[in-house]
């Protein structure tokens, strides 16, 4: 099973972090590994909409996301994890997810939707600072739609909220052990 991990976290050793690792570990008590990839190491250019992936299905831009095309038509799992940055997803993660429009623009403009990837799954996870009742709400939606485009629709999410300084959620021991279970989830073949 091709396991892929995104970070759009910025922030070394950060929340969003702590919660991936104990994720892959869940992944890993079950039998499998992951390919665990940080957005902010990689050179990723924004979408310009020049359109160009609406007509021919690939992006003009050869960059660290040529690599990242290849990697997703071929998982099965997906995890799409962000820290909230102003009700939504971070800078990174965003534009990682506007690149996967040459996914969408396969998928749904070029009719190169796959029918054996029907049973592919994507996660979210998230961490906020705040308790606000709709704290998750704009990123998800972004991430829900994201993970469609990858053909993984959202299956699951691990959504921590009230977490802020660098590193607190290892203070939250209940909350790591839910991330390793949404590892072994992940990990379910049905
Ligand atoms: C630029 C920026 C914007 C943020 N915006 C929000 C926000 O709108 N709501 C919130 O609850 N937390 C917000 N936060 C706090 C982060 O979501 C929080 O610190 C989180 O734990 C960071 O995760 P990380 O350690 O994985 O990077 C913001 C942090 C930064 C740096």
Known sequence: MNILIFNGSPRKGGNTELLLTSVAAG??????????????????????????????GH??????MTALYAAIEAAHRIVLASPIYF???????KIFIDRCQVLWSRKY??????????DLRGYMVSVAATA????FAGARLTIRYAL??????????LLV?????????????????EALQLGNEICRPD
Do not use: N, W
């Not at 009700?87 to 993660?93: D, E, K, L, N, R």
């Not at 469609?148 to 999410?157: I, K, T």
């Open 132 to 135: 606000g009742e709709k704290i």
């Open 148 to 157: 469609d485009a990858m053909d993984c629709p959202l299956s699951g999410e």
């Open 87 to 93: 009700y939504g997803v971070t800078a990174q993660t």
């Open 27 to 56: 992944i890993e008590q079950s039998g499998f590994r992951a390919e665990y990839i940080r957005l902010a190491d990689l050179a990723i250019h924004p979408c310009i909409g020049c359109g160009h992936c609406e007509r021919e």
């Open 109 to 118: 403009l070029l009719s190169e939707r796959k029918a054996y990837r029907d």
């Open 161 to 177: 909220k009230e977490v802020s300084d660098k590193g607190a959620v290892a203070g939250k021991p209940e909350i790591m052990a």
């Open 59 to 64: 992006c003009i831009f050869a960059d660290d």
